[in-house]
Nanobody, 115 residues
Framework: QVQVVESGGGLVQVGGSLRLSCAAS????????MGWYRQAPGKQREFFAAMTSGGRTTYADSTKGRFTISRDNAKNTVYLQMNSLLPEDTAVYYC?????????WGQGTQVTVSS
């Protein structure tokens, strides 16, 4: 069982920044990919960003260059740097790992952007 733990959410004003962290209990190099989804109130969970073990990144169009995924191999951690935040970015952000096709989810971290 792979453990996934997110942190870094909170309340921020419009235009502000936050950095989310996602720590996995397995080495980043032993998982196929790690990434982020988010779920806004009343909406379905949507894909946001991902990074493969080889370092290839994928982003949803809605990030529009405002968000960046990165990683710290030594800490088995991926990060989501979020800049120029908007009220519509308010959501619960979930980290996941894909290990051999099996998905493991974190518990989610709330991000609230106030106007």
């Amino acid at each position: 069982q792979v453990q996934v733990v997110e942190s870094g959410g909170g309340l921020v004003q419009v235009g502000g920044s936050l950095r989310l962290s996602c720590a996995a209990s397995e080495s980043i190099f032993s998982v196929d990919a790690m990434g982020w989804y988010r779920q806004a109130p009343g909406k379905q969970r949507e894909f946001f960003a991902a990074m493969t073990s080889g370092g290839r990144t994928t982003y949803a169009d809605s990030t529009k260059g405002r968000f960046t995924i990165s990683r710290d191999n030594a800490k088995n951690t991926v990060y989501l740097q979020m800049n120029s935040l908007l009220p519509e970015d308010t959501a619960v952000y979930y980290c996941y790992t894909n290990m051999g096709g099996r998905i493991y989810w974190g518990q989610g971290t709330q991000v609230t952007v106030s106007s």
